[in-house]
C-alpha cells in the first residue's frame, strides 16, 4: 500500500540495470510524507459515507450490519469476490483498489481501479445502482505535464481538492443531490469525534483525527505528524474549513500515486521503458521539445535502430504477473504501428495505427479529451446501426432552457434528467453518454470552465459556433496506456475486456471515420490506418507497458 518503499523494491527487482533507481535518496524511504499518510488513512475512512450516518450507534462504534454493497466486488472476469470493506460502510478504495486481490486469479492488483464495467452505488440515485462510468485508474492522474489538470471522464474536475470534497459528499458515497449540509456535518463530525481506536487508525498510529489534524501532541509520531500548513484545530473549525482541509490531505496522497520513476524522473517500471533505457533511446522530451515532437523523434531512431537489444528476463522480472518481463521485435512491431502516422491513402493497410496523436508518450495520454466512438458503438449496439448519427442533441440556447431536460443532476438541479449521462440503453433511445458535452459550459460546474474553454476551442474548427459545444459530443479524457492490465476493462463503459477487442475496435471505427459515419469524427482518425494484420503486434505493445504497480 505504501509507494515510496514500493519503487525501490520495484526497481531493484525488475529493473536490474536502473542505476537511477538505486540511487533514491535514503531519506524518502524511512517514510512517506505524513500528509500523504494521513490522506491514506482519509482515503481509506469508511465512516464519510450516507449509509454510516444512517446506521451507526456512536461515530467510533462498529455498525450492527455492514453496507451490502460493500460486501462483494464483482468481477466482470469472474464471480463476485468477497469485499475487504465488508461489514463497513464505501470508502474511496472500494472502486479504487490496490493491492486487496494481490495474487487472486482472474484479480490481483490495480493502479487504482477496480474489476467490473460500473461500480455498485451505495444507494439507487436517480435510478442508477451503478457509476454511470467505468471506475477510472488513479495512478499518474496527477502526473505533472503541460497544459491543464482535468479529472474525471468528462473533465467535471479542474481540482483534484473538488473532487475529493464532491465526492465525499455526493452519490458515491450515497449521499443525495439535495444532502450536502447533512454530508458536510457528519463528515466534520466524524472527523471531530474520531477516538483513534478502530482498526483502520490502529495501522496509522492509533491516534485521533482531532489529535493528527492540530499536530503538536508530543506522542505523535514522525511519520503522522502534519507539517504546519495542513495542522487543523478541529474543535473550533467550521465543517466547511474541515472538509478543505481533508480535501488538501488526500489530494496529496493522490499527488503520490505515480508510475515508477527513477530520481529523475524517467519511467522505469515496464519493458518498454527497459527496452527505451538498454538501447539509448530518448526517453522524454528535450527541454525545447513538445511530447509530440519527442513521438516522431523517437520513431525516426527505432526506424534507424539496426541491432536492438531486446528485453528479456535477464534485465528484470515481474513480481505480480504471470508472464515474462519481455520487449521483443514483436512488441517492436506495435511500437512502430503505435507512433506511425499514415498519410495518403488510409485504407487500413498502412501499419500505421496515429495511436501518439492523442496516446503521446511517455505519460501515453495528452491529459485532454476526444471522440474515439465508444459512445456511438454502444448506442448503435443498443439502439441500432446508424441511430447515434441521428440523436437529436440540442444546441447550446435549447440546452441552457431545459437545463432538467438534458445535463446531469446537481444540488441547484436535483431533478435532472441526466439522459446524456447515461449508458445508452436498449427500449430507452432517449438515454447516451455524450462525455465532455455534460460538462462543457454547464452552468453548474464552474470551476474547469476557464481550462475547458481554452482546450475545446484550441481544438475545435468552429467554435464560432456555440463556443464549440457541438465538437464535445462524445469526448472523453484520454486514458495513460501505462499498465493497463491492472485496471481492465476498458473505454469509459467497460466494454473491452481484452487489448485484442480495443484494436479490434480501432480498425473498425477508423473505417467508420473514413466512410463519414462517424458522428463527431476526430481528426487524429484521418492519419490512422490499420488493419487485422496489426492486432497482435499492437497489443503486445500495450501488453509491454505494464509494470507491477503495487
Ligand atoms: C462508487 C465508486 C467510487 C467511489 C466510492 C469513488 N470513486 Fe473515484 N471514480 C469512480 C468512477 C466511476 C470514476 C469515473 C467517473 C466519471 O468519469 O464519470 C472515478 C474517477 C476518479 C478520479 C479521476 C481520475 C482521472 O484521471 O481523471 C479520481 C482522481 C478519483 N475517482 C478519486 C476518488 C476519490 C479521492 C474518492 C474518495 C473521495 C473516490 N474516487 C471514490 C468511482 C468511484
Ligand atoms: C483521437 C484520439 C485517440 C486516438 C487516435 C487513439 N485513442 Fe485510444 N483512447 C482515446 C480516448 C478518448 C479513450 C477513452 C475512450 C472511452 O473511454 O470511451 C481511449 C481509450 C483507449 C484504451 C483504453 C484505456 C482504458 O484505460 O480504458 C486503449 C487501450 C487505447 N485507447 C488504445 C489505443 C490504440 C492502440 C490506438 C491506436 C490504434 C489509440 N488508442 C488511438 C483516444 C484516442
Redesign the pocket.
Known sequence: MRRRAAILAVCLGAAFLLVGCVATPSSDLNFDPPEQTIGERL?LETRFAEYFAAHMTGISAPLAAGDPVVAQVPNVYAAPMPGPFAGQS???R???FVDEFQGVTNAGNRTYADFTV?????LPMNGFTN??????Q?VG?LQPHAGFT?????G?FGD?AD??RE??TGR??GWGADQYQQALAHIAQVIREDNGQGLLASSYGGLSYATIFLGTASNIPAQYRLPAQYRLDVSSASDGQILDDVAQL?TQY?RSLLFQQDDQGHYVGSPYDIFLYVNQLPRRPGSSETEQQYDQRLLQQINTLSNPRFVDETLGKFQFHAQPFAFGSTELAGLKIFLSVATGATDGSQHAGNCAACHVAPNFTDFRFHNNGESQEEYDAANGAGSFAALAIPGLAQRSQNYDAYLPVTATHPNASERFRHPAATGSPQFADLGLWNVYLNPDIPNPQANLTSIVCADSQDCAVDQGLATTIAQF?TPTLRDLEDSAPYF?NGSKLRFTDVVMFYIQTSQLARQGLLRNSPVEFQSMSISQADVAALSAFLASLTEDYH
Open positions: 482515503f464505501i470508502n474511496c472500494t472502486c479504487h460500473r461500480s455498485p452505488l451505495p457509476t454511470p462510468r467505468n471506475a477510472m488513479m492522474s482535468l479529472l474525471h471522464f468528462d467535471q483534484p473532487l475529493v465526492t465525499f458515491n458515497f488526500v493522490m479524457k469509459h
